[in-house]
């Protein structure tokens, strides 16, 4: 079983749609990342968490630690939100990386 | 843009050479990490460097290696490459030393081994 886990693994949604994507994890740890990886390789981090609520634009993640759980949420998607979404968590000093969430938007 | 710059862009090597990339870390940044991602999957974490001294290694083998420089730059050596590091190699730079930091992405060197 992956420490790190990630629904859905592929998403198609249409323009405006409100997205979830989940990420459990079996580890204890200091810290959980959501990335965003574009075609050709560019990570960006969206947000670091260890408890509660971020917001970030139409962006928001949510963390519960005790359930070991994570939400990221895209509030009226747009074609430009199309990516992959990476969960990874942090035990120690290294990041374990979840497979991913393949998201498109259609317009 | 995140600051983190990494050379080169692209890499093709044969079986057995060595190759050597490089990651200028983000200004401020003392922390530089290396992740290896192969087509399809998720990135998997090589090493990170602190303040020039290697502060952990993931599951890979020592032909994989690396240095940190005292302007916090770093390089990753791979010895004697075999068809499977084929791949996309990321580093991430980020203010202090563990994961439970913003990362940083440079935008990939990808190596092809052939």
């Known amino acids: 079983k992956n420490e790190v886990e990630q629904s859905p693994q592929n998403l198609t949604a249409q323009e405006g749609e409100f997205i979830t994507i989940n990420c459990s994890y079996s580890?204890?740890?200091?810290?959980l990342h959501w990335l965003q990886q574009h075609p050709g390789g560019g990570i960006v981090s969206l947000f670091m968490?260890?408890?509660?609520?971020k917001k970030h634009g139409r962006l928001i993640a949510t963390i519960n630690i005790q359930e070991k759980h994570s939400s990221l949420h895209i509030t009226a998607s747009h074609p430009r939100d199309s990516a992959v979404y990476i969960c990874?968590?942090?035990?120690?000093?290294?990041?374990?990386w979840g497979a991913g969430t393949k998201l498109i938007i259609k317009p | 843009e995140t600051g983190v710059t990494q050379s080169p862009t692209h890499l093709i090597k044969t079986r057995g050479q060595q190759v050597t990339l490089r990651c200028s870390s983000q200004?401020?940044?003392?922390?530089v990490s290396w992740y290896q991602q192969a087509l399809g999957q998720g990135p998997q974490f090589i090493f990170q460097?602190?303040?020039?001294?290697?502060?952990g290694r993931g599951n890979f083998p020592p032909r994989f290696s690396g240095l940190q420089f005292p302007n916090y730059s770093s390089e990753l050596n791979v010895n004697a490459l075999e068809l499977d590091d084929s791949a996309l190699y990321l580093c991430?730079?980020?203010?202090?030393?563990?994961?439970?930091?913003?990362?940083?992405f440079g935008p990939g060197t990808r190596l092809t081994v052939l």
């Open positions: 200004s401020g940044h003392n922390t």
């Open positions: 580890v204890g740890i200091s810290a």
């Open positions: 968490l260890s408890s509660g609520k």
């Open positions: 460097y602190y303040r020039e001294e290697e502060n």
């Open positions: 990874a968590v942090c035990p120690n000093y290294q990041l374990i």
């Open positions: 991430a730079s980020s203010r202090t030393s563990g994961g439970a930091d913003t990362q940083y």
